[in-house]
């Protein structure tokens, strides 16, 4: 995506593994600058996002080291931002919310199809 298209974008899918409306999920960028990492499941969503302002953009962009983790066993969510780590509970997550097979697993690309097809690659 082009600079202005970045500023324009609510939600910059980074990679996901859910539709509309599908069991799955995702990790993010969002309009303020922040990193969100959702699992989408039976009752509603779980989300763990960093602050804003965190993942800059334009001539200020740089790299960064993410990490997202959902362990099974602790029912627990871990995001690891450049060696800064946050969690959150992450009760009622079964396998069948994230081994979701009728979907593909996606990179750099948007649930709606707003990102170009050269933009995005999908894995299964």
């Known amino acids: 995506m082009d600079e202005s298209t970045q500023k324009n974008a609510a939600t910059q899918t980074i990679v996901h593994k859910k539709g509309m409306g599908a069991a799955g999920f995702a990790l993010e960028l969002q309009a303020d600058q922040s990193l969100n990492f959702v699992i989408r499941k039976n009752g509603g969503n779980v989300n ?3 602050e804003a302002g965190l993942i800059t953009t334009g001539e200020e962009a740089k790299w960064h080291h993410v990490k997202a983790v959902y362990d099974r066993r ?9 060696q800064t780590e946050k969690s959150v509970a992450a009760a ?5 919310t994230l081994n979701n ?6 990179l750099g690309h948007s649930v709606n199809g707003t990102t170009a097809d050269t933009e995005k690659a999908s894995f299964l």
């Open 48 to 50: 763990l996002k960093t």
């Open 74 to 82: 602790a029912q627990t969510m871990t995001m690891t931002v450049d």
């Open 92 to 96: 009622g997550v079964t396998a069948a």
């Open 101 to 106: 097979t009728a979907i593909n697993l996606n």
